[in-house]
Nanobody, 121 residues
Framework: QLQLVESGGGFVRAGGSLRLSCTAS??????????WGWYRQAPGKQRDLVAG???????NYPDSVRGRFTISRDNAKRTIYLQMDDLKPEDTAVYYC?????????????WGQGTQVTVSS
């Protein structure tokens, strides 16, 4: 059983920056063998990936945030981060971290509780 706790959301003006954190509790060997992702969901919209990081460290971003958002990981702290720069009003959403993957016969898919990010124009 894994648990994810997020922090770092808030209110910021357009052009500003925020950094989100997500810390996992549980078996560190399992945590470090899984893939991570940050997602967001605006009211009335589906939940979309904004940054992904594989267990090997490779990253991927959609065009909407590439060059502005950066995902990083500290394995020792069991924590991933999402640095968000040059924020825009359309970035307003609830942001969720996710850890997922398969190890042998066990499937893992856990979500954080979500943190609100509000960007004013």
């Amino acid at each position: 059983q894994l648990q994810l706790v997020e922090s770092g959301g808030g209110f910021v003006r357009a052009g500003g920056s925020l950094r989100l954190s997500c810390t996992a509790s549980g078996n560190i060997n399992i945590i470090n063998a899984l893939d991570w992702g940050w997602y967001r969901q605006a009211p009335g919209k589906q939940r979309d990936l904004v940054a992904g990081m594989s267990r090997g460290g490779s990253t991927n971003y959609p065009d909407s945030v590439r060059g502005r958002f950066t995902i990083s990981r500290d394995n020792a702290k069991r924590t991933i981060y999402l640095q968000m720069d040059d924020l825009k009003p359309e970035d307003t959403a609830v942001y969720y971290c996710n850890i997922h993957g398969r190890i042998l016969f066990n499937q893992y898919d856990y979500w954080g509780q979500g943190t609100q990010v509000t960007v004013s124009s």
